[in-house]
């Protein structure tokens, strides 16, 4: 595998059930991302982890949990979510903070 | 309040001609430039980007401009292909410190005839 990798590309999920998403960079990248991406929204910006440590945090709900073990893997757990959560979730990664940055393909997420 | 602009929703171009894409910004802060590319089912790629120091950089086919003064930059695309059917964000961000929060504008459907 190459580049950076999310799974899984899809997910219909009920408000009541707990998943998660993950995400793995390929790059040696040390910074990872989440984004949200809504239907005729931009692109937003909900986590951003450094050397493993959390930097930012979008004023994210906190039924959005995320999680990173190490600089090649990040997480995204969700628990009850609403159905306007339903949006393409990137990750994405860069050598560092100032660096540019490199999308995953994303997780279509739908919750009904 | 978005501080990233792309006014044009979509754009058709014939195949060869020029493609345009604009983008205008709010924020006097930014001072570094990107343009990702998307395709469906795949996640944004990096195209080019450009430094507030300068007003052109040209990547093959792909060249962007900036007008500082007139907080606005613009993508040309020549020739244009059939490939570079696509969806086209703009991207800003303050250069000076750490941590630079990108922000991005809403995209623009880029569609090339044959």
């Known amino acids: 595998e190459t580049g950076v990798t999310q799974t899984p590309r899809h997910l219909v999920m009920g408000m009541t059930n707990k998943k998660s998403l993950k995400c793995e960079q390929h790059?040696?990248?040390?910074?990872m991302y989440w984004y949200k991406q809504s239907a005729k929204k931009p692109l937003e910006l909900m986590f951003v982890?450094?050397?493993?440590?959390?930097?930012e945090n979008n004023s994210v709900p906190s039924r959005f949990s995320p999680e990173c073990p190490n600089s090649s893997h990040l997480f995204l757990h969700l628990h009850t979510l609403q159905p306007e959560d339903s949006a393409l979730y990137l990750c994405?990664?860069?050598?560092?903070?100032?660096?540019?940055?490199?999308f995953g393909p994303g997780t279509r997420l739908t919750v009904l | 309040d978005q501080q990233v602009k792309q006014n044009s929703p979509s754009l058709s171009v014939q195949e060869g001609r020029i493609s345009i894409l604009n983008c205008d910004y709010t924020n006097s802060m930014f001072d570094y430039f990107l343009w990702y590319k998307k395709y469906p089912a795949e996640g944004p790629t990096f195209l080019i980007s450009i430094s507030s120091i300068k007003d052109k950089n040209e990547d093959g086919r792909f060249t962007v401009f900036l007008n500082k003064s007139a907080k606005h930059l613009s993508l040309h695309i020549v020739p244009s292909q059939p490939g570079d059917s696509a969806v086209y964000f703009c991207a800003a961000k303050p250069a000076s410190g750490g941590y630079q929060k990108v922000t991005f504008g809403i995209g623009t459907k880029l569609q090339v005839i044959p």
């Open positions: 982890y450094n050397f493993k440590e959390q930097t």
């Open positions: 790059l040696g990248h040390n910074a």
């Open positions: 994405a990664s860069s050598q560092d903070l100032r660096d540019t940055q490199y």
